[in-house]
């Protein structure tokens, strides 16, 4: 590769400036249509090109410096630094065509048309998005010599010219991870605690899904309760992209705790296990009501609403209408569709010799029909306060081997624990784990001692 010339390295100071990088970072955090700036930054992936620098949409840039265009036989490197394009740049708005999008920003309808037919066969426009990114390079002639479009869900194709047409590709884009930690000292619910954290409330269902065979995160957290999750984070270009993975975590509650880590066995299957490898998953879910967003702080204080006695078969709890509700256990239906005073309910029949029932549902899922399999956490119907029934909620009755039971007071089998030939593997993991969870601090008490001034 050549020395790069002094045009281009001033380009390049420039094009990396702090300043140029947190508008990018913005832009890319905010959405780059809310800002208006263009937010690629193709230099990770294409180290042959200098990053781009931000372009206006809607208008056509030009280049602060103009030159000749170059030889042909001028290395790609400097082939960003040293044309003459203007470029067109930004993401498309609600309702907007790629051909609006670029048409709007200035470019010819034909050589627009040409961009856009450059990536048939690798491109469904019709399907695109608001959100998606695009940029066009555009020669004096007008003519296209590169147009890039990405997907809001991080798919990106280039087409360049080539021999006087454009061709296109895909670029792969490298997506790294990293291990970070989150914890917290409930003050409302799960939710709105890592909301207001500002962490993606979104990570309270992957501790949900980890632990929901011990702890109702509807009914059990209690204010002060404290959890600590190590979270694998997906990042793309330096900035991060979600949550892919809990790989550990731990929850003291008052009236619950329970420490986790995740362990995935030779054969690809994936469970929580406890330090010494003793399965998290049991035959029932603690609760069959599936965790979703919510915004009444702790929910019901009495845990349920009402309990199981000789004249009430089951236990209500109270919860918004369409809540989902989840299959306690693999199972089978038994029945599904109105019955009597449960109204629109569910039941299931379990290999345990188990019975569970589901009343007052809003609705069914579609599949929850005679005779097909559940599996557990599946969402087999939604809360609502059909037949008798004063008000939302769900009546959840069990039965064993015919009798009626309470669900609250049984005690399930745990799942498998892990085999002596994966334990060793997994020990290895807690240690390192359980060190990491501990660095974690609790951020909460932070925050209510400030509250207190
Ligand atoms: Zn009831």
Same mark, same amino acid.
């Given at each position: ?15 990396? *400036? ?7 970072? @913005? ?78 920003? /200035? @470019? ?22 608001? /959100? ?7 020669? !004096? ?82 204010? /002060? ?30 009236? @619950? *705790?329970?420490?986790?880590? &995740? ?80 109204? &629109? ?43 008798? *029934? ?30 002596? !030939? ?16 501990? !660095? ?14």
């Amino acid at each position: 590769m050549s020395e790069p010339t002094r045009g281009n390295a001033k380009r390049d100071r420039r094009g990396r *400036s702090s300043a140029a990088e947190f508008l990018l970072t @913005v832009a890319a955090l905010l959405g780059a249509g809310a800002l208006g700036l263009y937010a690629f930054a193709p230099e990770v992936l294409e180290r042959d090109r200098p990053v781009a620098e931000p372009v206006a949409p809607r208008s056509i840039v030009r280049p602060a410096v103009v030159e000749k265009p170059e030889p042909a036989e001028a290395a790609t490197e400097d082939r960003a630094t040293a044309e003459p394009w203007f470029r067109v740049g930004g993401s498309l708005r609600p309702g907007q065509t790629m051909f609006a999008a670029l048409s709007a920003g /200035g @470019v010819d309808p034909a050589a627009a048309q040409e961009a856009i037919r450059s990536l048939e066969g690798l491109v469904s426009f019709r399907r695109a998005r608001p /959100g998606d990114r695009y940029e066009v390079a555009i020669d !004096e002639t007008g003519a296209v010599k590169r147009f890039q479009y990405q997907t809001s869900s991080l798919k990106r194709f280039v087409a360049e010219e080539q021999g006087g047409k454009l061709v296109g590709r895909r670029i792969e884009i490298p997506v790294e991870k990293r291990v970070v930690g989150i914890g917290g000292r409930l003050r409302s619910s799960l939710y709105e605690t890592l909301q207001r954290q500002g962490e993606d409330p979104g990570l309270a269902f992957l501790l949900v899904d980890a632990f929901a065979w011990d702890i109702d995160f509807y009914c059990d957290p209690r204010e /002060g309760d404290t959890f600590r999750m190590l979270v694998e984070q997906l990042v793309v270009e330096g900035r991060p992209l979600g949550y892919s993975q809990l790989l550990a975590a731990e929850y003291l509650g008052e009236l @619950v *705790s329970v420490t986790g880590y &995740r362990h995935e066995d030779q054969g690809g299957g994936v469970g929580y296990y406890d330090e010494r490898g003793q399965n998290l998953q049991k035959t029932f879910l603690k609760s069959p009501l599936k965790y979703a967003r919510v915004t009444s702080g702790f929910g019901r204080r009495v845990h349920p609403v009402l309990g199981f006695s000789h004249r009430h078969n089951g236990v209500d709890f109270a919860a918004p209408s369409g809540t989902p509700v989840w299959a306690a256990a693999d199972g089978m239906v038994k029945r599904a569709g109105w019955i009597g005073a449960c109204g &629109r309910a569910i039941f299931l029949r379990h290999p345990t010799g188990h019975e569970t029932q589901y009343c007052h549902l809003s609705r069914i899922a579609p599949g929850v029909k005679l005779g097909q399999r559940v599996a557990q956490k599946q969402v087999i119907g939604a809360v609502g306060s059909t037949g008798r *029934s004063t008000g939302p909620h769900l009546h959840y009755g069990m039965k064993n081997r015919g009798r009626f039971v309470n669900p609250l007071t049984q005690n399930f089998p745990r799942g498998k624990p892990l085999p002596g !030939e994966e334990l060793e593997a997994f020990s290895a993991d807690v240690v390192r784990y359980r060190a990491r969870l501990a !660095e974690i601090s609790i951020g909460g008490s932070q925050s209510l001692a400030s509250q207190a001034q």
